[in-house]
């Protein structure tokens, strides 16, 4: 068998495949030469695709318009970005090229909306689908921006809050329910702490909602944890949620939506499958069958993705500085950076990214752990979803080695946070973002520089 690392992945993987391809000995990322910008910019460094964000949303638009037609499922599909996944003005211009609606989670959230209008990105038609417990701070704003005529949809997280909108809210006002689903039976609790119970729903809405003129309740928010999976779990808990919408529809005839959440997986690994369309045709006939059994009409279909909508779009390249030999079997590759302070995912929850070599394909492999630069000693990467191990190309003094993690591009640096201080000072990365213009040809431009010393030397008051 060939010890060459491209002679791996072809004997490990259906490989090249969407997005991943090597030529010339080198990694291409949606056609782009991963190496050619690591060189012009040098490492650690953030990447973003930004057309692969709209890619994303296309393609969720394609196949629940699909499923629609094959169903005759006589109703909209409304397709929402979570804000929470990134932050980002490019991702969310990026996003909102493709008609679509916003999803947002606490108060500062709502000033991202209005400086999207500001600048013309968004109209007061957009739809606002509001989440999260609401402190008085974010129910005050949300209740100022329904008085200014903006179209949002406040999610009650529980039946307290209410109260904030019918005494702050002057005009009509749409408003939904979330449900506090349960959660999966390994969690650590056994109902979500969001939302409220399933069984107080109805009495609820009559007694509180149903003879107030100014609120006309219209959307049901379900959402689990674990994302949209082909599991018993799954299928469940989104029946659970079913008999609830009817159940609620018979007594609400403003009541026209359900709010699927969002968590559709994205790919982690060279080995990921999922069978988007299935899922896609197996939801909206469950739910077109629910409401024919009870014989109410079915609901528009709202979605909140995050994660797919922008993971994939983003990358993470580091060089390796040395190599340590600390036993005879534990051999570490050292990179220019920390995996807790740019993917922190990785030291939180154990995610796995796709992890790749920029370049060297035709040199021999060996096992690696990968090690960070502070002095944590959480702070390493050791294994990737399919296999408990990590192969690469062995190192030389001719050229140095840079490995790419792929499809990083939701929460890492909302949790991570952007600049500011760090774990062991160790700066946050230069970040570029990629595109292409109206020929097609690449583009890419700095977002931001390395954090410098000075900066962080300023937050600390020094």
């Not at 393609?59 to 970005?81: D, P």
């Not at 690696?368 to 190309?393: K, R």
Request: neutral net charge.
């Amino acid at each position: 068998m060939s010890n060459r690392y491209s002679d791996l992945v072809h004997q490990t993987f259906d490989f090249p495949q969407d997005g991943f391809k090597v030529r010339d000995n080198r990694l291409f990322f949606h056609d782009i030469d991963i190496l050619e910008i690591t060189k012009k910019y040098g490492t650690p460094l953030k990447l973003t695709y930004l057309p692969k964000i709209s890619d994303q949303i296309q393609s969720a638009k394609k196949m629940f318009a699909k499923a629609f037609k094959q169903h005759k499922y006589e109703a909209e599909y409304n397709y929402c970005y979570c804000t929470k996944s990134s932050h980002f003005n490019f991702v969310l211009e990026e996003a909102l090229k493709n008609d679509i609606h916003l999803e947002t989670s606490f108060a500062f959230d709502l000033e991202i909306i209005k400086r999207l209008y500001k600048r013309k990105k968004i109209t007061k038609q957009t739809k606002i689908v509001s989440n999260g417990y609401k402190t008085k701070a974010y129910t005050r704003r949300l209740s100022q921006m329904i008085n200014e005529g903006f179209n949002v949809t406040p999610i009650l997280d529980n039946k307290e809050e209410f109260k904030d909108y019918d005494k702050m809210v002057k005009t009509k006002c749409n408003i939904g329910i979330r449900i506090a689903a349960e959660e999966e039976p390994q969690f650590q609790f056994y109902t979500s702490r969001l939302g409220i119970r399933s069984k107080d729903i109805v009495n609820f809405y009559l007694a509180k909602i149903k003879d107030n003129d100014r609120f006309d309740l219209k959307m049901l928010h379900f959402f689990i944890n674990t994302g949209i999976k082909d599991d018993a779990y799954y299928w469940s808990e989104l029946n659970k949620a079913l008999d609830v919408y009817c159940n609620l529809r018979k007594e609400c005839e403003t009541l026209d939506s359900i709010n699927i959440g969002g968590g559709f997986p994205i790919r982690n690994s060279l080995n990921f499958t999922y069978d988007y369309d299935y899922m896609i045709n197996e939801i909206v006939l469950q739910i077109k069958n629910a409401c024919k059994r009870a014989r109410v009409p079915v609901p528009h279909i709202y979605t909140e993705f995050g994660s797919f909508t922008v993971g994939e779009s983003g990358a993470a390249v580091y060089s390796v500085l040395d190599q340590k030999l600390q036993n005879d079997n534990e051999l570490w590759y050292m990179i220019d950076s920390s995996f807790i302070t740019t993917l922190p995912d990785t030291w939180g929850i154990g995610q796995k990214f796709i992890m790749l070599p920029i370049n060297k394909w035709e040199e021999e492999y060996h096992r690696v752990n990968l090690g960070g630069l502070t002095c944590d000693s959480h702070d390493y990467y050791n294994s990737e979803a399919n296999i408990a191990q990590i192969y690469l190309p062995k190192i030389s003094k001719n050229e140095p080695l840079f490995i790419g993690f792929f499809h990083t591009g939701a929460y890492q640096e909302s949790l991570s946070g952007y600049g500011g201080i760090k774990h062991c000072l160790v700066p946050a990365p230069k970040h570029v973002l990629i595109d292409r213009d109206e020929d097609g040809k690449i583009t890419t431009r700095l977002f931001r520089k390395e954090q410098t010393a000075d900066s962080m030397m300023r937050i600390l008051g020094y």
